[in-house]
């Protein structure tokens, strides 16, 4: 088991830039979920998979924001376009679904993104 | 919609002494709790969680959380802090039929002195 793993550790980019993210769970977890974090603030739910399946969006993503996890493996979260205001911790966990009120959610290391 | 309060964004405590941060939830029903703690530059670890099999729950590095349904509370506790605990804390909680996204509390940050 070697944890959740997030990359890049820290992007800095120009506003307006396109800029992605990988995260990769804990091999056999079905679920996957992305968080940012602001300074001060606690994780804010951003979206879900489970497998392959996105299951929820918050109204926190914007059409600027897709993510996606093509084989129920790794997952990746897009932000286009991006402006000052996404600058953040994007953190990625992941969870066994085995039933129900079993899910315990597994944080990575998060991605700072800092937009310039 | 259910929320999280976390009384004090910051505590501070001397080395030896006992830390008490304080978080209440609101739920309509007795909902899943959890406790993280994250460490500066790093993700969130999981603390301890309640999922309705007993009120006290034990966690690692020696902390425990009572759930107490009639405050709407989980307040986390450990009977002597160690400088190893100066860290960001924050409670969480999901919806009783749980597996689904946490909703967090802002945080309470937790300085150990000397």
């Given at each position: 088991d070697t944890g959740v793993s997030q990359d890049p550790r820290h992007k800095i980019t120009k506003r307006g830039q396109n800029v992605t993210f990988r995260c990769d769970p804990i091999s056999e977890h079905n679920r996957l979920y992305w968080y940012r974090q602001t300074l001060g603030q606690g994780p804010e739910f951003l979206t879900y998979f489970q497998n392959e399946a996105q299951l929820e969006k918050s109204r926190?993503?914007?059409?600027?924001f897709s993510a996606e996890r093509p084989k129920g493996s790794f997952s990746t979260l897009e932000i286009q376009r991006t402006e000052q205001g996404d600058s953040a911790m994007y953190l990625c966990a992941s969870s066994l679904l085995a039933g129900a009120g079993t899910d315990t959610q597994y944080f990575g290391p998060g991605t700072r993104l800092t937009v310039l | 919609a259910q929320s999280v309060t976390q009384l004090g964004s910051h505590v501070s405590v001397s080395e030896g002494a006992l830390v008490l941060l304080r978080c209440n939830y609101s739920s309509s029903v007795p909902p899943y709790l959890f406790w993280y703690v994250q460490y500066p530059n790093q993700g969130l670890q999981l603390l301890l969680k309640y999922t309705s099999a007993a009120t006290l729950v034990k966690g690692i590095n020696g902390f425990e959380a009572e759930f107490k349904k009639s405050e709407t509370s989980f307040h986390l506790t450990k009977p002597s802090a160690h400088m190893s605990d100066a860290a960001e804390y924050f409670c969480a909680v999901s919806p009783a039929s749980g597996n689904t996204p946490l909703v967090f509390g802002k945080g309470t940050r937790l300085s150990v002195i000397a």
């Open positions: 926190l993503l914007s059409d600027r | -």
